[in-house]
């Protein structure tokens, strides 16, 4: 229709309705009769390609208005008085529908009114075509102006301060002056402020109140002082420890803009009940929230609609998505909705450094908060250790576990000092941790064996029980208590990082569950806490004793929901999407909370890492190394002792374990022909070599041992 339109107007040949259609254009349109076809043609153009429904919102509205007002200033300017409605003035001026607006306005407000009130409507409906505000923009330039001015002059004046006094820095500047000139350093807070995205509906049947991309944040980000003395100025302590700093040592990253994010969700929202309407399921989408990697659609069930069905639906819903996988949150706690939470087509990392300048992060009194990262709305999310009290860690290989391990030193390394804070950490892989040897935080090096880091764990249960002996002396019962009253003795916290737990319940389950245990049970006022990390969560490492004592989780994706309930006691992990993403269920949370993780690369840890280093040594506790030394020597000597049992037909024992595959009393009797307490010995003599693992009720012991290792470490089977 608009390219016939277009072409009768032409002139061309198109038979008495092209003409007839022609001379009704003119007549109602004047001149502007040719840009009526070309509006006509781009909305059937849109309407082929995309397949979209034509909705009448302001914004159609607002193009009509500028359009029917732009023909009447034309046809105002065109026309003398007198003439608007002449029927040899409606073709050269904007038709008839512009000739009765000129017409009325000229009788009732004069010629000078009249093309004021053409011109005020042109620009309103310019306004309601761009979606700007007048007064917004007046207010956002006047800030942008004030913004500027004050930072030019706070710009000058640190300049000219700093011409004044750098002459005599070095001579004259003592520990009460360093705080002097930080306090003058001067702060600019630059506030995001909650970014709404407008939804153009495509489909009366979706209504969105509100997509909420991030919450409020308040970003601190300091001025920074003239680089020959940064290093006086940044964080320095009373005692001379300077606390690193986030904008030195962190990267700050530029975020490209998702600008295809609101279709997106539009398009998902329209799907969702599109999809649920034809299982016979009528709910509607009213609100959805956009994180950094997931977004969650808040889902409202009509009366009589069990939730039960749709959470049933939750492969189909991921098929007709496209998407790799979708969890859905029934319902969100606080809310009459369910929530399905589907990934983003486009994944936007967060960074460390955007979770530790945050104002939760910065106005946090604890020296062991932790930076974990963003939640589904984009908020920054802030856990406190010391609250946990403890923290289980698990997640499958390559899902996010070491980086959060990193996260979490880190973000204590940036608030808490060495005599505040100090770690324990535990690396059977000897890979992940060991970067970390050398900080003065650490009170033993990084321990990579197994046997020692039992013979750890017992020195932090024998710490626990001084520390409380010296509560009772003193009349207190925590440790925060115990610092107030001695200033001068003041405890530090204890982290006992263990970043794989599998493997030192396979060479001490009974020592490290028992340690664990006891720790769990009564360190947080000794100010002693737990941070156990597992690839492998089953139930043999992750056992219901330590379960019932680490009621604080995490956990990243893994491979069934097995898995998931062994570690959350409910299922939702095997759903996650793996790099960083996670679910944290602190304690007295009923629902754990879907977090992308933050993201700190190995660059970044080495240049914090090399920056505290400079700083100190590290202060060994040799009541540690001796107490380690001694306990694994012990457990050396009673292992040589109970294996001084020379019976001649061990080694043919041990030679027919490997070859059967199995260690019991009964085989050795038979093969052997010997008695049963001659072949028990045998067992019990592979057992306290840990050769085989002990008796477990009517299961067959486990062979730990390979027939390698046998003959490096006793004698050739």
């Known amino acids: 229709m608009g390219i016939i339109a277009f072409i009768s107007l032409l002139g061309f040949s198109t038979g008495p309705i092209g003409q007839s259609f022609a001379k009704i254009q003119r007549y109602c349109f004047g001149i502007g009769a040719y840009l009526l076809p070309l509006m006509v043609m781009m909305i059937g153009i849109r309407y082929i390609i995309k397949r979209l429904e034509i909705v009448y919102s302001l914004k159609f509205f607002g193009i009509i208005t500028f359009y029917l007002s732009a023909l009447a200033i034309y046809h105002h300017f065109k026309i003398t008085p007198g003439a608007e409605i002449m029927p040899e003035s409606l073709t050269d001026g904007g038709g008839i529908i512009s000739g009765f607006i000129v017409f009325f306005l000229r009788k009732i407000i004069g010629v000078d009114g009249a093309i004021i009130v053409l011109f005020t409507i042109l620009i309103c409906a310019l306004l309601l075509i761009t979606n700007w505000s007048l007064a917004l923009g007046l207010l956002k330039t006047k800030k942008i102006i004030k913004t500027e001015f004050e930072n030019t002059k706070e710009a000058l004046s640190d300049k000219y301060q700093y011409f004044n006094n750098s002459f005599d820095v070095e001579a004259n500047t003592n520990k009460s002056e360093i705080y002097n000139q930080e306090n003058d350093i001067i702060e600019k807070k630059i506030n995001d402020k909650k970014l709404k995205f407008p939804i153009i509906m495509e489909n009366d049947s979706v209504e969105i109140k509100e997509i909420k991309q991030s919450k409020k944040e308040k970003i601190k980000e300091a001025v920074k002082p003239p680089t020959e003395i940064i290093e006086l100025l940044d964080n320095v302590a009373n005692d001379g420890y300077i606390l690193p700093s986030i904008f030195n040592i962190l990267n700050k990253v530029e975020k490209p803009k998702n600008t295809k994010l609101t279709k997106e969700i539009v398009d998902n929202a329209k799907l969702l009940e599109e999809t649920l309407e034809s299982f016979n399921v009528k709910a509607k989408v009213v609100n959805a929230t956009a994180g950094p990697a997931v977004t969650r659609y808040e889902l409202e069930p009509a009366a009589g609609v069990k939730v039960s069905k749709i959470v049933n639906l939750a492969d189909d819903l991921a098929l007709k998505l496209a998407a790799p996988g979708i ?391």
């Open 327 to 717: 969890r859905i949150e029934a319902p969100i706690p606080g809310k009459a909705a369910i929530g399905i939470e589907v990934p983003n087509k486009n994944l936007v990392g967060v960074q460390l450094r955007e979770v530790l300048e945050s104002e939760n992060f910065q106005q946090a009194s604890s020296k062991l908060s932790v930076g974990l990262g963003k939640d589904i709305a984009g908020q920054v999310v802030i856990a406190d250790l010391a609250k946990m009290p403890h923290l289980l860690v698990a997640g499958a290989t390559g899902s996010g576990k070491s980086v959060c391990i990193n996260t979490l030193i880190t973000s204590i390394l940036f608030k808490a000092k060495p005599d505040e804070v100090k770690f324990i950490l535990i690396d059977p892989k000897m890979v992940e941790l060991s970067n970390y040897n050398g900080i003065p935080h650490l009170m033993i090096p990084v321990v990579t064996d197994s046997r020692k880091a039992a013979a750890a764990l017992n020195w932090a249960v024998h710490e626990m029980e001084k520390r409380y002996a010296l509560f009772a002396a003193n009349g207190v019962r925590d440790m925060e208590r115990f610092n107030k009253n001695n200033n001068d003795n003041k405890m530090p916290s204890i982290v006992i990082i263990i970043d794989e737990l599998a493997d030192l319940m396979m060479v001490a389950p009974g020592d490290v569950e028992d340690a664990i245990c006891r720790l769990a049970q009564k360190a947080r006022a000794a100010g002693l806490h737990l941070v156990l990390a597992t690839q492998r969560p089953s139930v043999d490492v992750i056992t219901g004793i330590i379960k019932a004592n680490v009621p604080s989780r995490i956990s990243f994706s893994v491979s069934s929901q097995i898995d998931s309930r062994t570690i959350l006691d409910m299922g939702g992990a095997e759903k996650l999407l793996g790099k960083g993403d996670m679910l944290y269920n602190p304690v007295g949370f009923s629902k754990p909370l879907r977090v992308q993780g933050a993201f700190i690369s190995d660059s970044e840890v080495e240049l914090l890492l090399d920056f505290i280093k400079k700083q100190g040594e590290p202060e060994i506790n040799e009541e540690i190394i001796s107490f380690t030394e001694e306990t694994t020597s012990s457990e050396n000597s009673s292992n040589s002792e109970s294996t001084e049992f020379t019976d001649e037909l061990l080694q043919a024992a041990i030679n027919m374990v490997f070859e059967t595959g199995q260690a019991s009393v009964s085989m050795l009797q038979r093969k052997f022909r010997i008695g049963y307490t001659r072949a028990g010995r045998l067992v019990d003599t592979m057992e306290n070599m840990k050769i085989v693992g002990p008796n477990i009720g009517s299961k067959p012991r486990e062979i730990l041992m390979t027939r390698e290792q046998v003959n490096t470490m006793y004698f050739d089977v």
